[in-house]
């Protein structure tokens, strides 16, 4: 079991997916909405998808730049993007992933190599592995 460093605190009110989420440092305050494509009201608020593609991304994009430390490599205008999709497989939700590492001007073996690097070591990967399915896409433009 790992030690943990930090721990982050979130509590879920209300009417699940149509309620509210909150940090134990106030930090996150937001309503929640079901998508309208999934039957909800939609609208100005967050839902439960976008907060883990934000976390994700954020996670993803810290693996990948620490990747390219390593190798010496500069990534002063890379980003990610995450897709989270939530759709029905039988009875049951899923959540599938798809991550884009936006890496101008590098080489498009250098700009793979260093997403798939960053795949293995993400928190956020190893945590999903297996478990949902993750594509993970480099771009160079």
């Not at 909405?33 to 907060?51: C, K, M």
């Given at each position: 079991?790992?030690?943990?460093?930090?721990?982050?605190?979130?509590?879920?009110?209300?009417?699940g997916?149509?309620g509210?989420?909150?940090s134990?440092?106030?930090?996150?305050?937001e309503?929640?909405?079901?998508?309208?494509e999934?039957?909800?009201?939609?609208?100005?608020?967050?839902n439960p998808?976008?907060l883990?593609a934000?976390?994700?991304?954020?996670?993803?994009?810290?693996?990948?730049?620490?990747?390219?430390?390593?190798?010496?490599?500069?990534?002063?205008?890379?980003?990610?993007?995450?897709?989270?999709?939530?759709?029905?497989?039988?009875?049951?939700?899923?959540?599938?992933?798809?991550?884009v590492?936006?890496?101008?001007?590098?080489?498009?073996?250098?700009?793979?190599?260093?997403?798939?690097?960053?795949?293995?070591?993400?928190?956020?990967?190893?945590?999903?592995?297996?478990?949902?399915q993750?594509?993970?896409?480099?771009t160079?433009y």
């Amino acid at each position: 079991m790992v030690d943990a460093m930090y721990t982050a605190v979130a509590t879920a009110r209300g009417d699940g997916r149509n309620g509210e989420v909150t940090s134990s440092d106030g930090l996150i305050d937001e309503r929640l909405a079901i998508p309208r494509e999934l039957g909800g009201p939609g609208g100005a608020l967050t839902n439960p998808e976008q907060l883990f593609a934000a976390g994700y991304a954020a996670c993803f994009h810290g693996a990948l730049r620490q990747a390219a430390h390593r190798m010496n490599v500069d990534l002063a205008d890379s980003s990610v993007t995450a897709e989270v999709g939530i759709g029905r497989n039988g009875d049951v939700f899923e959540l599938t992933v798809k991550l884009v590492a936006h890496l101008p001007g590098l080489e498009e073996g250098l700009a793979g190599g260093l997403a798939a690097r960053a795949h293995q070591s993400c928190p956020y990967s190893r945590a999903t592995r297996g478990n949902i399915q993750v594509e993970v896409v480099a771009t160079t433009y």
